[in-house]
């Protein structure tokens, strides 16, 4: 008796598997596609190598400095970076100096300390990167924690920045026609609904100069902003790797320790 019970409580085990596999597929639809453009057609990031990745990763900061060079060329005008200080840029290599003139091309409105007014004047290296004001079609996020809000981090600001296609795929459109791109609107499959108000920004190679002599190629620059952006998110990020190797350290000596006292231990009660 108990024996056949099992076999049916099998059975419907099994039954149940199967359903649920089968029901997948039929989710799927008519056309084998998934019910929404954006499960159909989205890519997942494509992948990205950083010298800052894994627990002993540490910053390039040349590509840093490149990466820099693309957000003030390139992204500046829509996206602020308000998290981020001027003189905070000294990390990235540049000296005192160089901070200085960095800061001082950026307009700050604050309080003048002798009339108490609201004034524009000079950036100072104690300033925050300003608001940005943007006119354009839909709403530029600032970029400072970017590379932490979005899913995929900096491979996935490359594959966006690298995604953009001219034309939608003509079996997306014929499939799904609530998804058809917009008018001023731009399809990038990378993006979670396919359809971005942002314009592509990097268009052309050579679009900003390198004073390190690297070759600025759309996807090279697309690259060193993505870096760069990993830092403006967790600019302590090689101090946390540090001090994780060290923990590792911590841990294998103590590790080892114990096993010592095990053996010393063990070594007496075995004499007796
Ligand atoms: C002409 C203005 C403009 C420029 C230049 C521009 N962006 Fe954008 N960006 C936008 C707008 C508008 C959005 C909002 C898009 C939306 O939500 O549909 C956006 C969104 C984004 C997003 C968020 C996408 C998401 O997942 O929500 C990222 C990341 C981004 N831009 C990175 C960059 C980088 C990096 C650069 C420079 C290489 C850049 N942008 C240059 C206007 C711009």
């Known amino acids: 008796m108990i024996r056949i019970i099992s076999i049916f409580v099998g059975l419907f085990f099994t039954a149940s598997l199967l359903w649920s596999l089968t029901w997948d597929t039929i989710q799927l639809g ?6 929404t453009a954006a499960a ?3 890519e997942h990031p494509k992948k990205l190598a950083l010298a800052s990745d894994g627990p002993f990763g540490k910053f390039d900061t040349a590509q840093l400095q490149r990466g820099f060079a693309v957000y003030q060329g390139v992204c500046a005008s829509c996206h602020s970076l ?7 840029l000294e990390a990235l290599g540049y000296n005192p100096a160089e901070v200085k003139a960095i800061a001082a091309k950026a307009t700050i409105n604050a309080k003048d300390p002798l009339s108490g007014e609201m004034k524009d004047r000079p950036g100072l290296p104690a300033d925050h990167f300003p608001p940005v004001v943007y006119a354009g079609k839909g709403a ?3 970029l400072s924690l970017i590379t932490k809000a979005r899913h995929g981090g900096s491979a996935y600001i490359y594959s966006l920045l690298t995604g953009y296609e001219a034309e939608q795929p003509a079996a997306l459109v014929k499939h799904f026609p609530d998804a058809k791109t917009p008018e001023g609107m731009y399809f990038n499959p990378y993006f979670g609904n396919l359809n971005i108000a942002m314009p592509a920004p990097i268009t052309s190679d050579g679009q900003v100069t390198y004073n390190d002599g690297t070759a600025a190629t759309k996807d090279q620059m697309a690259k060193d902003v993505s870096a760069f952006l990993v830092w403006t998110a967790e600019p302590e990020l090689e101090k946390r790797h540090q ?6 350290g ?8 114990a ?3 095990y053996r010393n231990v ?3 009660k075995k004499g007796h």
């Open 30 to 35: 008519k056309d084998g596609l998934p019910h």
């Open 40 to 42: 159909a057609y989205g």
């Open 82 to 88: 308000q998290h981020v200080s001027f003189g905070s």
């Open 140 to 142: 530029p996020p600032d």
């Open 243 to 248: 001090v994780g190797v060290w923990w590792l």
């Open 250 to 257: 911590f841990l294998l000596f103590t590790t080892v320790l």
């Open 259 to 261: 096993y010592m006292a």
């Open 266 to 268: 063990w070594a007496e």
